[in-house]
């Protein structure tokens, strides 16, 4: 008559072992899971900031209006009487564009757009004719993005031209503008914006 055979103390620690070692890959499967889903909503972050921030920098700026400025020499007029209300260089914008703000609430403003230590910062002013410069240092700022490192524009006067780093008032707006971002250490891709409202190679 055969007796009932049990486990060995052998087999027990063989068992525990395969069992801990099982465990051991579970547990570091699910945090490596988690550890990519966190990089996944951040990188998925990234991509919709930046999406939402270029877009409506497209669509401002590409609404740049040609409007004027009359008056004396002033911050915002380099010279001369009369000139088209869009300046800027390789680390600042100003320009007016439209804004719709409700039924009752638009109109034309005069935007304002620069990296200030780490933060790229929107400013504007209803806009006027009048010679008076803005202080933009007073105009209360909406921050479109932060942990900015570096902010670069340029600025096209010609179809196949040579992209320039500044652009004085005059009575013409540049055919497009260009913008080089970096935040979050990582460069957004070269953002060209079309001032003519036609949709071409501008390069």
């Known amino acids: 008559m055969n007796r009932a055979r049990g486990f060995t103390l052998l087999e027990m620690v063989l068992s525990l072992a395969l069992f801990s070692m099982m465990m051991l890959a579970i547990v570091s499967a699910m945090r490596t899971f988690g550890n990519t889903q966190n990089t996944l909503e951040q990188v998925t972050d990234r991509v919709d ?20 400025r009359l008056g004396e020499f002033t911050e915002d007029t380099r010279g001369g009487s009369y000139g088209t209300y869009f300046r800027g260089n390789a680390e600042e914008l100003v320009w007016v564009a439209p804004v719709v703000a409700g039924a009752d609430l638009g109109g ?3 935007m304002h757009l620069s990296r200030v230590d780490d933060r790229l910062e929107l400013r504007w002013h209803p806009y006027n004719r009048d010679v008076t410069a803005i202080v933009w240092a007073e105009q209360s700022p909406r921050v479109l993005l932060d942990s900015v490192s570096s902010l670069e524009l340029g600025y096209l006067a010609r179809f ?7 652009w004085a008032p005059g009575q013409n707006l540049p055919l497009a503008v260009r913008l080089n971002v970096a935040a979050n250490e990582r460069f957004w891709p070269e953002l060209v914006i079309s001032l003519s409202g036609l949709s071409m190679n501008l390069r």
């Open 108 to 110: 034309a403003f005069v």
């Open 49 to 68: 900031e930046m999406r939402v921030v270029s877009d409506f920098l497209r669509n401002s700026i590409g609404a740049a209006m040609p409007v004027v």
């Open 160 to 166: 196949r031209g040579e992209w320039e780093q500044e």
